[in-house]
Nanobody, 125 residues
């Protein structure tokens, strides 16, 4: 079992930055692919970024490329999402999630086994 706790959300003006953190319990964090997802009201949950257990493979959805950076610190059991140049359309609840690393980045939410409680990100125009 893995427990995930997100932090770092909040209200920011367009063009601003936020850094989300996701702290994981357990000693097997380094074996998991970690993902950041978001879900706005009335919309499906979508993958924002994902990172393999070693950090060697990374995925970003097109709309955040060049603005968001995912990283992980396996010694601290933590994954981060640095979000710069935020836009109102980035407003959403952001979730981190974990799945066993099988060597391929997967972005379908249904493939992820463990989820955090979510943190609200609101970007004002």
């Amino acid at each position: 079992q893995v427990q995930l706790v997100e932090s770092g959300g909040g209200l920011v003006q367009a063009g601003g930055s936020l850094r989300l953190s996701c702290a994981a319990s357990g000693r097997t964090f380094s074996t998991y692919t970690m993902g950041w997802f978001r879900q706005a009201p009335g919309k499906e949950r979508e993958a924002v970024a994902a990172i393999s257990r070693s950090g060697g493979n990374i995925y970003y959805r097109d709309s955040v490329k060049g603005r968001f950076t995912i990283s992980r610190d396996n010694a601290k059991n933590t994954v981060y999402l640095q979000m710069n140049s935020l836009k109102p359309e980035d407003t959403s609840v952001y979730y981190c999630a974990a799945k066993d690393d099988r060597g391929v980045i997967v972005v379908d939410p249904i493939a992820y086994d463990y989820w955090g409680q979510g943190t609200q990100v609101t970007v004002s125009s």
